[in-house]
């Protein structure tokens, strides 16, 4: 696809239980259609970074929203509102999963959607993506990106996060792939096998992809985690995904 102009700009929408929050939306310039894409940023915040994702996304053809689920913290810097997010404990999964859901709606609303919406998360967005898959409405692909804590520990259970993601795999609602790295440790590589071991035994579509030399967080280009080879090939295939699954295979 040729490079076109886009729009990326904060916007307001509807979140958990009604509430406004902030979002990042980039989308081509342009009628469409286009298909959307709902991104869930890392634990580090609703950040620089994770606009430029939406805005990678907006570069390949999709509409993509990324909702800010730290909004509510308060804080003047994506740092401190991170700091805040983990000393509450990490973010709770009904509003995570409302507001999530908010951001769907969202897309569905928009005149120029082509009717398709994927979601992608990186970090604990990983794990919340799955969730989503497992619990939301609307939702045509899922891309957990370093997820940890799909396979919890019943003593690693909260309030805040009352529910073992793998626990849901059966009511997964569409095509999941899943993006590692071998030397992670949350999840690591024995959790991924749990996690697809769940997915094969309820039938479920899906590809896992685990990268050498690699480890949490290897698309984080701002982070000492990164890792050039396993970024770009990860793009490809998160690429791929979308298109096959949310633009039927064609650009």
Known sequence: MPYEAQLAETVLMRGHRGDRIDAYLARPIGAGP????????????????????????????????????????????PEENSASVRAAGGMPDDRTMGDVQGAIDSLRELPYLNGKVGIIGYCSGGRQAYLAACTLRGIDAAIDCYGGGVVAKPEELTARQ???????????????????????????????????????????????????????????????????????????KV?????????GGAR
């Open 34 to 77: 286009f298909p959307g894409v709902v991104v869930i940023h890392h634990m580090p915040g609703w950040d620089g970074p994770s606009k430029e994702i939406a805005r990678r996304f907006a570069h390949e053809g999709f509409v993509a929203i990324l909702p800010n689920l730290h909004f509510r913290e308060g804080k003047a810097t």
């Open 239 to 247: 690429l791929g995904w979308f298109d096959k699954y949310l633009r």
């Open 162 to 236: 009352p529910t073992s993601p793998i626990e849901l795999t059966k009511n997964l609602q569409c095509p999941l792939l899943g993006l590692f790295g071998v030397e992670d440790t949350r999840p690591s590589p024995d959790d991924n096998a749990k996690t697809e071991a769940a997915l094969k035994e309820h039938r479920k579509t899906y590809e896992f992809h685990t990268y050498e030399n690699a480890g949490h967080a290897f698309f984080a280009v701002d982070r000492p985690q990164y890792r050039q080879a396993a970024a770009i090939d990860g793009w490809k």
